[in-house]
């Protein structure tokens, strides 16, 4: 029997996603793309548009939409700065009738990163705006389109939450990802990142990371990992790594050697390895759960959810061939053939090279 809950045919026919928290917005299409079912059928019958893009126009999006979807019921179409599409009056009428004439076959998400304005005239969001000016109410298209379109439109705004409102959301947060965290903790960390969430997640998977899951953080862990207005920090840098944002990383890694020593760094990197070649074995014999790799790789399901999600990236042969260089790297530098730093910028290059 078809799980109804986790099915294509679930999804509305058009999603409006907008606001400034950019993870928010991150992660609520992630969870529409895991309502679209089996990923390696998803793949396949999904399909991603930036309409800030110089070469994207409505013709495109059209064509997306009505393509029909592959062995499965529906397809998706997720068009990035929605409201780029709109400027032009004629590109604006083609748009919405477009969306007024979309198959059922397809689920459409609209995202638009805004920005909030907190007074003025237009007090209210930049782009998909909706105020009040002299009486008159000034409405974007879009909006528009979508409050009238009938119970197959979702609107949904993913606003960055009150800064006195950001310790619950640290607190949450770190329950979510399995940890705990004291009061006083998440409001010396809440004073740090401010209301940036995209920030605090990150902060948070390094602090559960340095407790190991084991204890409360408390306000002497913020103290010995956060640093105010951000902190390049091994985490990130290894992530970019492992997803094969090798800018990202060489950026990270710079800043890194600026305030650590090499031989850490280094065993950070062949840590994440090891767990993300013993994930992608796990997944080529069929064990797919975060608990289940976690049980594996001793260590809690969250982390080991984004060992998973990085070994889906990689073939197991591959994996095997990044980890014998990293123990080259360990003879040379042994060796006294490279310098570790050296030879951490350059292993980082040729990640980059062969993503």
């Known amino acids: 029997m078809t799980d109804t809950v986790n099915s294509p045919d679930t999804l509305p026919l058009v999603t409006l996603l ?3 928290d950019h993870q928010a917005l991150h992660d609520r299409v992630n969870s529409l793309i895991e309502l679209m079912g089996d990923p390696s059928m998803a793949d396949m019958n999904i399909q991603r548009l930036d309409g800030a893009a110089s070469n994207t126009r409505v013709e495109d999006v059209r064509t997306a939409a009505y393509t029909l979807p592959f062995l499965t019921s529906r397809r998706m179409v997720i068009l990035e700065n929605s409201a780029s599409l709109m400027k032009a009056d004629s590109a604006r009428e083609k748009f919405l009738q477009m969306l007024g004439s979309l ?10 990163d805004d920005t909030w304005l907190p007074s003025g005239n237009q007090r209210g969001w930049k782009l998909i705006y909706d105020y009040k000016d002299k009486g008159k109410t000034k409405i974007h298209p879009l909006l528009e389109w979508a409050r009238v379109a009938g119970p197959k439109t979702n609107i949904e705004i993913c606003r960055l939450p009150a800064l006195n409102a950001m310790p619950g959301w640290i607190t949450s947060e770190v329950k979510r990802q399995g940890g705990r965290i004291t009061p006083q903790a998440a409001s010396a960390l809440a004073a740090i990142i401010g209301s940036d969430t ?7 998977t390094k602090l559960l990371s340095y407790v190991d899951f084991k204890r409360p953080i408390e306000p002497e862990d913020i103290h010995e990992l956060t640093a105010p207005g951000g902190q390049a920090d091994v985490f990130v840098m290894v992530d970019a790594l ?3 944002d090798a800018r990202q990383a060489l950026r990270h890694l710079g800043r890194l050697l600026e305030e650590q020593d ?8 062949v840590r994440q390895y090891r767990m993300i070649l013993m994930a992608r074995e796990a997944l080529q014999n069929g ?3 975060d608990t289940a790799v976690g049980q594996l790789l001793g260590i809690h399901p969250f982390p080991a959810s984004k060992a998973l999600n990085q070994a889906r990236r990689y073939s197991l042969d591959s994996l095997k061939r990044i980890y014998h260089r990293l123990l080259e790297i360990d003879r040379m ?23």
Not at 198 to 204: A, K, L, S
Not at 262 to 269: D, H, K, N, Q, R
Not at 336 to 355: D, H, K, N, P, T
Request: proline share 2%.
């Open 18 to 20: 907008f606001g400034d």
């Open 103 to 112: 198959p059922e076959s397809t689920a459409l998400v609209l995202v638009q």
């Open 198 to 204: 995209g920030q605090g997640r990150q902060e948070i």
């Open 242 to 244: 492992a997803m094969g």
């Open 262 to 269: 090499a031989i850490s760094l280094y065993a950070m990197v």
């Open 287 to 289: 064990v797919t759960s």
């Open 333 to 355: 530098t042994k060796t006294g053939q490279i310098e570790l730093e050296v030879a951490l910028q350059a292993f980082v290059a040729e990640m980059g090279r062969s993503a």
